[in-house]
């Protein structure tokens, strides 16, 4: 497996390794690198991944300069290789939501974590992260996504997961490949707060969108996000 880098906005990266004989037609693994004077990764990845996305984030910070680790919720895809980076890199710490530390992370890290309420900000130097409790979306008690401030960049975990291997970074609506995906694999968790979670996200006005399986996007991210939590919507009230 080898991992990709492209910069998708100003010293924010997507570390991507393709899987392809994940069915239906192969999958998309992303981690992201944000260079600041502190710098932090987003998605840490599996245990089998560890070697080529830390190969990979060591063309751009030196391993013993990051700073920050967070990722989503607590998942092999997302923090399997956790203690990896730990051990790597002396000075990072893993910052997540106050739920995903209470009921996993001061156990599961090496490291005690800093953990995070909703609308807390690390300072990074030249970028700001917020974090954002999402509770249940996509799918975990412990969900959250962060937002770089500085390049309007949203992180958005498992939102907006899509199969195959397209390009890093798009224009074009993601929206359609999303719900493809969304049922083939019926990921999300479907209650009354799916949608205007998801709408809540778009107050943020964010520039991109760094999507955790998929190509990301750069354009009309407030229309993406709506016409995701209706998609979300549609299928509650079916149900």
């Not at 909703?118 to 962060?146: F, K, Q, Y």
Request: net charge negative.
């Amino acid at each position: 497996m080898k991992t990709r880098v492209d910069e998708i906005a100003d010293d924010v990266y997507r570390l991507s390794t393709f899987v392809a004989d994940m069915p239906p037609h192969g999958f998309t693994f992303n981690q992201y690198l944000i260079d600041a004077e502190q710098p932090l990764l987003f998605h840490c990845g599996g245990r089998a991944l560890y070697a080529a996305v830390s190969a990979a984030a060591a063309t751009i910070v030196a391993p013993d300069r990051l700073r920050w680790i967070s990722f989503g919720h607590v998942e092999a895809d997302e923090c399997g290789s956790m203690n990896e980076w730990l051990a790597s890199a002396p000075c990072a710490q893993v910052a997540h939501g106050s739920v995903a530390c209470m009921v996993s992370l001061n156990d599961l890290a090496d490291r005690p974590p800093r953990p995070l309420a909703d609308g807390d900000v690390l300072d990074l130097g030249e970028r700001r992260v917020r974090w954002i409790d999402t509770p249940h979306v996509p799918h975990a008690w412990e969900s959250g996504l962060m937002f770089e401030e500085v390049t309007r960049t949203l992180f958005t975990g498992d939102l907006f997961t899509q199969v195959g291997d397209g390009p890093a970074l798009t224009r074009d609506s993601i929206v359609a490949a999303t719900i493809a995906a969304e049922e083939g694999f019926g990921a999300t968790a479907l209650t009354p707060a799916t949608a205007p979670t998801i709408r809540r996200l778009k107050e943020l006005r964010p520039a991109r969108l760094a999507v955790m399986h998929g190509s990301c996007f750069e354009g009309d991210c407030e229309g993406e996000l709506d016409k995701l939590a209706a998609y979300y919507e549609k299928r509650l009230l079916d149900a």
